[in-house]
């Protein structure tokens, strides 16, 4: 079975302060891992995958198969970056399909 | 294209009515697929269409809920005999489909439905 555990509910951090936001998951496999965000009144969308390797609105997440995690970091938040954000898995046989974890919301204060 | 359109946007019924909600993916996605949130739970995936084959369908979605794709374009989702735990927000997504990575899903600002 494919799970996602976010284990933080609620996030707080001061601008310029560095953030790391858990994820880590359950899966056989070799899994696709996504973090997907919400801004207030804006639909869900992707941030990044752990495919592209790339850093977006200056944030990066590392996959570690051995920890299972996927945790998402940036060093300086800014206060646009106040979201909630979800964590998400694909693999196997429901390729395509995402499996979210619960979620954290993030607040950055000036 | 202004992205994946939900209709309506809200719906308040009674217990035991059927409601019906619509999704209109972006024109070139032929993979759709339904989720569903509860307050403070991430998106559970329900099913997916690749064109109009309905490709899986999840345990949670029980014999009241119905999904359709005809054509492949836009889908419509059934809940029949509404119950109160239905209350949710039903979010439709979309992509490309390559047939060899997983492209991103692009996800409409879903329906809220509230049962009373």
């Known amino acids: 079975a494919q799970r996602v555990t976010q284990p933080e509910k609620l996030l707080s951090v001061f601008k310029g302060a560095p953030v790391e936001l858990k994820c880590n998951y359950s899966y056989s496999g070799s899994p696709e891992l996504f973090w997907y965000v919400q801004y207030s009144r804006q639909r869900l969308q992707l941030l990044l995958r752990?495919?592209s390797r790339e850093s977006i609105k200056g944030f990066t997440a590392d996959l570690n198969k051995g920890e299972t995690s996927f945790h998402l970091k940036k060093p300086f938040a800014q206060e646009e970056d106040s979201a909630m954000y979800y964590c998400?898995?694909?693999?196997?046989?429901?390729?395509?399909?995402?499996?979210f974890g619960q979620g954290t919301i993030l607040t950055v204060h000036p | 294209d202004t992205g994946v359109s939900q209709d309506p946007r809200h719906k308040i019924t009674k217990r035991g009515q059927n409601v019906t909600f619509r999704c209109d993916p972006i024109s070139e996605h032929n993979r759709l697929y339904w989720y569903r949130q509860t307050l403070g739970q991430g998106p559970e995936f329900l099913t997916y269409f690749q064109n109009e084959a309905q490709l899986e369908k999840s345990r949670l979605l029980s014999d009241r809920f119905s999904a359709e794709r005809p054509k492949g374009s836009f889908s419509t989702l059934e809940i029949q005999r509404t119950e109160q735990g239905d209350s949710a927000m039903y979010l439709c997504?979309?992509?490309?489909?390559?047939?060899?990575?997983?492209?991103?899903?692009?996800f409409g600002p879903g329906t809220r439905l509230t049962v009373t």
């Open positions: 752990h495919i």
């Open positions: 998400a898995l694909s693999g196997g046989t429901s390729y395509g399909k995402l499996t």
């Open positions: 997504a979309s992509s490309p489909w390559s047939g060899r990575v997983i492209d991103e899903q692009y």
